[in-house]
């Protein structure tokens, strides 16, 4: 017999093989004193997941291409490594010259005028890029304001010759701060160096995306509580909301084992939990006013839905990539249109329990695979 229901190990597995999510979180091109010696760049790992970045490179939209490093070089989710143009230098002039291994030395070169970062993996598939053109303090980083979100981060900041980062205000990019110069938005997490430039390396205030354990809510709104950066939730209970219509809160969610809906009057239709693939259990209980079951448009595998007393569920529509379900249960729902269960392709489903849906006269274009 196939298995339905996943373990908390298949899903672990399955994470680590999303795409790399680096970001470029602070610079400095113009620093006091040699920048063969001074220069340096940040990144952070804001996946929930170590990632492997060997053979990945630094490049401009110039002739700049060098490679960060041809050995593996893991990065811990949350963690910060500088490529520092010499990392003797960094280490006397930022952590009191204490070595660290998350400093490594790269020979990349910015320009103090106008120039590119672009981090590239190993596929040369651009995972970050940046553009400055002008405005650059001597002895002030530049780094990415705190409160930008990586639930659904901007990656592309432009190129010299188009849209740049605005150092002292709203970048057209994300339409936010973005990134700000140390002597123009003030960083929280700032020191001086000992040649005297400012910045914050391997410091900041950043939310990675992260697996969640087990989220409870309730109340008017619970919905909308649920943080965005969880790409992994193990079991999701909301209940009591009045307010909340949709589920696009969950538009970050990538995998659950179970999600339990209870009494949430507000819901009308599930559209908003796009990128759901794997689910053990879902669960529609007392949702009385839920119209419509819709918008998984990425889920494949499911152990069991199960939609109960929710009087004026109309149809279901919005399965469109579903191959694996262990059971669908739908019990009391007397306004389910004549041809409203629907939205599923062909599926491989152990069983269907259908009761007190009294219109339904069909299974619509519900096909289970033959056993």
Same mark, same amino acid.
């Given at each position: ?6 373990s908390l190990?298949?899903l672990c597995?399955?994470c680590h093989?999303s795409?790399a999510?680096?970001?470029?979180t602070?610079f400095?091109?113009?620093?006091n004193g ?8 940040? =990144?952070?790992?804001?996946s929930?997941?170590?990632?492997n970045?060997k053979d ?7 002739s700049g ?7 593996n070089?893991f990065?811990?989710?949350?963690t910060?490594?500088?490529?520092a143009?010499?990392?003797t230098?960094f280490?006397? =002039?930022w952590?009191?010259?204490i070595a660290?291994a998350?400093?490594?030395?790269v020979?990349?070169?910015?320009a103090n005028?106008?120039d590119?970062?672009i981090?590239?993996?190993n ?8 553009a400055?053109? /002008? $405005?650059l303090?001597?002895g002030?980083?530049?780094f990415?304001?705190? +409160?930008?979100?990586f639930?659904d981060?901007?990656?592309n900041?432009?190129?010299?010759g188009?849209?740049?980062?605005n150092l002292?205000? #709203?970048?057209?990019?994300? $339409?936010?701060? /973005?990134?700000?110069k140390n002597?123009?938005?003030?960083d929280?997490?700032v ?6 430039d400012v ?5 900041g205030?950043?939310s990675?995306?992260?697996?969640c *354990?087990n989220?409870t809510e309730?109340?008017n709104g ?11 939730i193990n079991?999701?209970l ?5 307010t909340?219509t949709?589920?696009s809160?969950l538009?970050?969610l990538?995998?659950v ?5 209870v #009494?949430?009057r *507000? ?6 939990a796009?990128r ?6 879902i669960?529609?209980d007392?949702?009385?006013n839920l119209?419509e ?5 990425s889920l494949t595998?499911i152990g069991?839905?199960w939609?109960? +007393?929710v *009087?004026?569920?109309?149809r279901?529509?919005g399965?469109?990539?579903l191959?694996?379900m262990?059971?669908?249960?739908i ?7 004549p041809? /409203?269960l629907?939205?599923?392709?062909l599926?491989?489903?152990? $069983?269907?329990s259908?009761r007190q849906?009294?219109?339904l006269r069909?299974? *619509? ?5 033959p056993?």
């Amino acid at each position: 017999m196939k298995k339905h229901f996943l373990s908390l190990l298949a899903l672990c597995l399955i994470c680590h093989l999303s795409l790399a999510q680096i970001a470029i979180t602070e610079f400095i091109a113009n620093p006091n004193g040699t920048d063969s010696d001074n220069e340096w760049i940040e =990144l952070y790992n804001y996946s929930p997941t170590t990632q492997n970045i060997k053979d990945w490179r630094i490049k401009d939209d110039d002739s700049g291409d060098v490679l960060i490093s041809s050995s593996n070089l893991f990065m811990g989710s949350g963690t910060y490594l500088i490529l520092a143009r010499n990392k003797t230098a960094f280490e006397a =002039l930022w952590l009191g010259g204490i070595a660290n291994a998350k400093v490594i030395q790269v020979n990349f070169t910015n320009a103090n005028t106008d120039d590119e970062i672009i981090l590239a993996d190993n596929a040369a598939n651009e995972i970050w890029r940046l553009a400055y053109n /002008g $405005g650059l303090s001597t002895g002030k980083a530049t780094f990415l304001e705190y +409160d930008h979100s990586f639930c659904d981060p901007v990656t592309n900041w432009g190129s010299k010759g188009g849209t740049v980062i605005n150092l002292s205000g #709203n970048d057209a990019a994300s $339409g936010t701060l /973005g990134y700000e110069k140390n002597n123009s938005t003030a960083d929280s997490e700032v020191f001086t160096a000992t040649n005297n430039d400012v910045g914050s390396p391997l410091a900041g205030d950043y939310s990675p995306l992260r697996y969640c *354990g087990n989220i409870t809510e309730s109340g008017n709104g619970a919905w909308t509580r649920i943080p965005c950066e969880c790409v992994r939730i193990n079991d999701l209970l909301v209940e009591n909301d009045y307010t909340t219509t949709d589920l696009s809160s969950l538009w970050r969610l990538e995998e659950v084992l179970t999600i339990t809906s209870v #009494n949430n009057r *507000g819901l009308i239709h599930t559209d908003g939990a796009n990128r759901l693939k794997t689910a053990d259990f879902i669960t529609f209980d007392n949702d009385r006013n839920l119209e419509e079951v819709k918008g998984f448009n990425s889920l494949t595998s499911i152990g069991i839905l199960w939609l109960r +007393d929710v *009087g004026k569920l109309k149809r279901t529509s919005g399965f469109p990539v579903l191959k694996d379900m262990g059971s669908l249960l739908i019990w009391n729902s007397d306004n389910f249109e004549p041809l /409203g269960l629907g939205g599923f392709p062909l599926v491989d489903s152990f $069983g269907i329990s259908i009761r007190q849906v009294k219109r339904l006269r069909d299974l *619509g274009d519900f096909r289970p695979l033959p056993t």
